[in-house]
């Protein structure tokens, strides 16, 4: 559902850059990331604390975005966002497998490390393209295709 929500604020961002509509950009994003570890918690260390840690998860993702807007200060929407990033790994290599293709989350994780150096290196990736492609539309279709990894391990898998 988070998937839905990023095209739809990144759509309402692009329409009208500003801070208030980069909210809604951002949040969606939040949450999914949130979401995502506590689905790998859920399933590899506790589905109790997993159920639990939800809400707390999803208060963070929104506290974070307020945090940044009203604060100007992206600290917290940081922490939130790589957070999981550092996270799903490590929870993968010392937990026990549930369902198959659990490696597909390391697939997104290094998808989505690399669309932050895309985003990065913007200016560099678009004199490197010959001026065709900045680093910024790369950054979209890596996302995209981080959030395809996992749609495709959730539809594939199964459980062990």
């Not at 570890?37 to 506790?46: C, G, K, Q, S, T």
């Not at 999981?84 to 937990?95: A, D, N, R, T, V």
């Not at 697939?107 to 290196?121: F, G, P």
């Amino acid at each position: 559902m988070s998937i839905g929500f990023v095209c739809i604020g990144s759509g309402y961002y692009y329409l009208n850059p500003s801070n208030v509509t980069l909210v809604w950009d951002r949040l969606p994003m939040t949450v999914g990331f949130s979401s995502l570890l506590d689905l790998l918690i859920d399933e590899r260390a506790n589905p109790v604390f997993g159920r639990s840690l939800f809400s707390f998860l999803s208060a963070a993702s929104f506290a974070s975005c307020a945090y940044w807007y009203y604060r100007d200060d992206l600290r917290p929407y940081i922490l939130v966002q790589f957070f999981p990033m550092f996270s799903i790994p490590i929870l993968l290599l010392i937990s026990t497998p549930v369902y198959s293709h659990t490696l597909y989350y390391v697939y997104a994780c290094i998808l989505y490390s690399l669309t932050k150096v895309s985003e990065v290196a913007d200016k560099q990736v678009f004199r490197l393209t010959s001026n065709s492609m900045s680093g910024h539309t790369i950054k979209h279709r890596l996302a995209t295709s981080a959030i395809g990894v996992i749609l495709y391990m959730l539809n594939v898998r199964v459980i062990l």
